[in-house]
């Protein structure tokens, strides 16, 4: 078994996560060392924490590879209902840290729950669709997938963790792959460009527009007898969503969500307050020019001027030391490795194998566009892990997990039939 | 289908990111400026900035070290204002406002809050200092003078503007830099060079060692040291000798182009410019528009040369042929000529005068003839202006000297075109007696002092000139600049010299100058008498006389050239005939045995005289 194992497994996925795992070291190294005064060994620096990490990741790839793939699929309910119970948990045992109740105290480390629980979520979802009575085109079918998808994510809400949650978004891709209409997709990115235009311009506006858009429609289909209820429905709703929308902005959102949003959209401009971080991220991005300052050379990485660089902003220490070369390879590599995932997931004989494959890709993606969004000045401030990357024993866990149970799987498509 | 989708989203993404990593970090360079600004602080060493001695190593000028309070606003803490202001001794209001213009200039740079403290005051500070979080004190070096004279020569210093900075972008917010005179002229040997240190800082604008282990930091250059060709002795006495009058004193030594003495008045001492009354003192210089203190007369004062020009036109003349120094030519009080018989006046004395006799006695009749035959020699007029134009340009006139300091004048010698535009030619033609006050250093003539003072070192040498310089030593080493080492020469041959200067010095022995004999010194001379006009409510009004004198002396082998003018100090011998023979006999003697010339110079104000314009009243001239 162990020889159909090195023979089926997929070796470029496990080139590119080393390589990740091993450029990311080395930039942890230059973000939270700084590279004066050579190595040392200490168990406080970031950079030594995420070499026991790296090593304690390698012995769980080792057990996952060598648990029978058949394990995943029969206990993917019994891993998500515990992965829910750690999840509540948090409620009653969770440690706070800078605000969100996401760790529990393992004394030497924090574990957050919620890096595991993409997971799991991912195993329940495939394990459900895959089903033999499972048809994603019926709505009831439909919701009870969603079910599955929502539950993590609003018991990680109030933590409060939205970054973290946000994640689940991720589930779009293998409920698309598997036959979920694409109304859902045009449905939420209208609503995500009704949103952004309320914003920017205010719900009397984007009214003022919609009219004189369905006039328009009204004359160019004048030879047509109009179905008027459709366009009083699409009107109300667009009418509501907008206001509401502009309601929950003003209303319900707080200061700092705001803020962010503001950023984004060019609003404000705020180069020390709420937009520091991004704006120091840029800088730092931006300063590296086509090869960067080389490793440790970076003038914004060794000034600490980027918070949280070692984790979340990791990206921009690449940016900054490695310039336009390094950055761009690395985007080159996250990308192959996903297209790799899909590629795997399409060649996999079993429906749960490529349901999984999918969920894997996608909550990869996420955090990708997400994390390198935020910290190029893209997308609003989101704080979520860049994976295998990003400085951190839980996400790097999580990570390794979702992926390796992936590559199991798809090593064991010789043996299905 | 449904699967390309998926892989198409992946592939934009990833190339919507390649393109946004290649504008932050390609297209738009204004990131790695940004960087370098905030993550690498720059701390300049200012080097000592060079001495300036006199050509006898007198020193003139030195440093004194002073003491700016400055503040980095967004470093400041809550502090104890009253007591603050106490023992800077500054009002309270001043104190937030200086405090709130610093922070609008910048939350995170240094502003000065209080300039140029005092030692005393520094020492005091500096044990509280610590109290007050933000501020500190950036040690500065300012000029100390151990002169109270030549300020126009030696300039002054002052803090750089944003204009400068914008065009030499060695200077920051801050700096100083020299302006004017020698300060001006040679400040890039005077300032040396500023060195360099890079700090990494973090976030919080905290100082964390070296950049690159100080890979790029350099050392402070000390400024280079300079030696003037000034003679601080003279310049000094010649200051004394203008108080309470208005004009320029230049003296240059022949054989070299060394200017000796550069005098203006008034002028005002240089350590006015200094410390915290700076500001206040250059204001008040600055808008004094009628005695003009800051206007160096010596460089920029525009005169009618007058009869001191009257050599220039002899010394044509013979180089020409149209005249031998036998030739006598009568004078009739005066110079008649042109259709209706109009008339150059002159004063009394015997005629006719050959040319020896005609400098000593300055006749007007005598040179306009000569003049007017130097023009005549050519079938046009435009023709002998262009010629005579050319012989007088020789002499350093009617053009930039080329002189090694900041300011000066072109002065004015008219040439063909001038009158073709004057005269409206060729609609109306002109003539040589058009242009007849030429001949007399007056009319359309204008020369600076030190102009004036280099053409009677290019008598005193028989026919070349140095260039006019006041650097003799950049740090102990001669300057060897073929600028000032090698002769200009002149048009007129050197023997024609011979009889021009017999002339000058008669003016000592029995003309217009015997009054002001020195015992032991031959000098040679030559008076000058200027009629001159101001607007007074746009009306044009004579103005008494300006008083001029040129003189070298010894005779023989000459040590000192000068030109002197004294504004509206009536004939030539009367002011700036004295001021020329004490500055003579100061300079070669070192000791003036006529007290009584020297005490009727210093108690003379023509302070009252230079009021009447002002007055409002009707006033006489020339008493």
Redesign the interface.
């Known amino acids: 078994m162990a020889r159909s194992i090195v023979g089926a497994i997929d070796w470029l996925t496990i080139l590119i996560y080393f390589l990740l795992i091993i450029f990311g070291w080395i930039n942890i190294y230059s973000a939270s060392y700084g590279g004066d005064g050579g190595f040392v060994f200490n168990m406080d620096e970031p950079h030594t924490k995420q070499l026991l990490w790296i090593a304690l990741s390698i012995i769980l790839i080792v057990i996952i590879l060598a648990l029978e793939a058949k394990f995943y699929e029969r206990f993917s309910s019994v891993i998500y209902v515990a992965s829910l119970l750690s999840l509540l948990g948090l409620f009653v045992f969770g440690k706070t840290i800078s605000g969100a109740t996401s760790w529990y105290n393992l004394g030497f480390m924090g574990l957050q729950p919620s890096e595991f629980a993409k997971a799991a979520t991912a195993l329940a979802v495939a394990k459900f669709i895959s089903d033999l009575q499972t048809n994603i085109k019926i709505l009831n079918h439909q919701l009870k997938a969603f079910l599955i998808i929502a539950l993590p994510a609003l018991i990680i809400i109030p933590q409060p963790d939205p970054g973290s949650a946000l994640v689940y978004v991720a589930f779009f891709f293998p409920l698309y792959r598997e036959g979920l209409s694409v109304n859902y997709l045009i449905f939420g990115a209208s609503a995500i460009v009704l949103f952004v235009t309320t914003l920017l311009i205010g719900p009397y506006w984007v009214v003022g527009v919609l009219f004189l858009s369905i006039i328009t429609l009204l004359i160019i289909n004048r030879n047509k007898k109009p179905n008027y209820s459709a366009y009083l429905i699409t009107l109300l709703a667009i009418i509501t969503f907008s206001f509401s929308v502009n309601y929950i902005f003003n209303n319900v959102f707080e200061q700092r969500h705001r803020d962010r949003f503001n950023i984004v959209l060019g609003k404000e401009v705020d180069s020390q307050g709420i937009g520091y971080n991004t704006n120091q991220s840029e800088i730092a991005i931006g300063s590296g020019g086509w090869l960067g300052k080389g490793w440790t050379q970076g003038t914004q990485t060794k000034g600490n001027f980027v918070p949280e660089q070692h984790t979340d902003y990791i990206f921009s220490t690449v940016g900054e030391e490695w310039g336009f070369l390094g950055s761009t390879l690395l985007i080159i590599l996250f990308t192959t490795l996903f297209l790799r995932i899909l590629h795997m997931a399409e060649r996999s004989k079993s429906q749960f194998s490529r349901v999984y494959g999918y969920s894997v890709a996608g909550i990869l993606f996420i955090h990708f566009v997400v994390n390198i969004g935020m910290v190029t000045g893209l997308l609003p401030t989101v704080g979520i892990p860049l994976p295998f990357f990003s400085y951190g024993g839980s996400g790097l866990w999580g990570f390794t997990i979702l992926l390796f149970i992936f590559v199991k799987l798809d090593a064991n498509r010789v043996n299905e039939w | 289908m ?2 390309l ?3 198409s ?3 934009v ?2 190339l ?3 393109g ?3 504008y ?3 297209y ?1 360079t ?3 400026a ?3 600004g ?3 602080k720059i701390i300049y060493d200012y080097p000592q900035r060079g001495y300036i001695f006199d050509r006898n190593d007198n020193l003139l000028v030195e440093n004194q070290p002073s003491y700016d309070v400055m503040v980095i606003p967004r470093d400041l803490k809550p502090f104890d204002t009253l007591e603050f202001c106490k023992i800077l001794k500054i009002e309270k209001e001043v104190l937030l406002k200086k405090l709130r213009k610093a922070r609008n200039y910048s939350p995170r740079l240094p502003s000065v809050i209080v300039p140029q403290l005092t030692k005393d005051e520094y020492a005091y500070l500096q044990e509280k200092t610590r109290k007050y979080e933000g501020f500190y004190i950036q040690k500065r070096s300012l000029r100390s003078y151990k002169t109270k004279n030549a300020a126009n020569v030696l300039g002054y210093i002052q803090e750089v503007n944003d204009r400068i900075i914008e065009k030499k972008p060695y200077y920051i917010s801050g700096d100083l830099i020299g302006m004017q005179g020698v300060e001006g002229q040679y400040e890039e040997e005077l300032r040396g060079i500023k060195g360099v240190k890079y700090l ?4 919080f604008n905290r100082e ?2 070296p ?2 282990d100080g890979k790029y930091d350099t050392l402070p250059v000390r400024g280079k040291d300079i030696t003037l060709t000034i003679d601080a002795k003279l310049q000094a006495y010649g200051e004394k000798l203008m108080t309470n009058k208005r004009g320029g004193i230049v003296a240059i030594e022949p054989k070299t182009g060394e200017i000796l003495a550069l005098v203006t008045a008034p002028n005002y001492a240089p350590d006015l410019l200094v410390g915290r009354k700076r500001s206040k003192n250059f204001t008040k210089l600055y808008y004094d528009s009628i005695a003009n203190p800051l206007y160096d007369r010596g460089l920029m004062g525009e005169y009618p040369p007058g009869s001191p020009f009257k050599t220039i036109t002899a010394l044509i003349g013979l180089q020409e042929n149209v005249i031998d120094t036998e030739e006598h030519i009568s004078c009739r009080n005066g110079y008649y000529y042109g259709r209706n018989n109009r008339r150059l006046g002159c004063h009394s004395h015997r005629s006719p005068l050959s040319m020896v006799s005609g400098i000593a006695h300055s006749c007007n009749a005598y040179f306009a003839t000569v003049y007017r035959r130097i023009i005549e020699k050519y079938p046009r007029p435009q023709l002998g202006i262009a010629n005579w134009e050319k012989h007088v340009e020789s002499f350093g006139l009617g053009n930039y000297l080329g002189y090694d300091l900041p300011v000066g004048k072109r002065g004015l010698i008219p040439d063909s075109t001038y009158y073709n535009r004057a005269y409206q030619y060729p609609k109306y033609k002109w003539y040589a007696t058009g242009t007849i006050s030429n001949a007399i250093g007056q009319g359309e003539v204008l020369a600076t002092p030190i102009q004036l003072a280099n053409m009677t070192a290019a008598i005193a040498n028989k026919g070349f000139y140095y260039r006019p310089h006041i650097i003799k030593k950049i740090n102990n080493q001669p300057i060897q600049d073929t600028l000032y080492t090698k002769p200009n020469h002149t048009t007129i041959a050197p023997k024609h010299f011979e009889p021009v200067i017999d002339g000058m010095r008669e003016v000592f022995t029995n003309g217009t100058a015997s009054f002001l004999q020195v015992k032991d010194i031959p000098i040679c001379g030559k008076t000058g008498t200027a009629e001159n006009y101001v607007k007074i409510d746009g009306k044009r009004t004579q103005l008494t006389d300006h008083s001029i004198f040129i003189a070298f002396a010894p005779k023989e082998n000459p040590k000192i050239a000068l030109a002197v003018f004294v504004e509206n100090g009536y004939w030539g011998a009367r002011y700036a005939g004295r001021i020329a023979s004490l500055m003579i006999e100061k300079y070669i003697h070192d000791d003036i045995s006529r007290k009584d010339l020297e005490e009727w110079i210093l108690s003379h104000s023509l302070e009252e005289e230079y009021a009447k314009p002002y007055s409002g009243e009707p006033f006489k001239i020339n008493q």
């Open positions: 449904r699967k989708v998926l892989y989203i992946i592939i993404s990833g919507v990111f390649i946004r990593l290649f932050l970090q390609v738009n204004s990131f790695a940004l960087s370098e905030n993550a690498v990494q800082k973090d976030r964390i060692g950049f690159k």
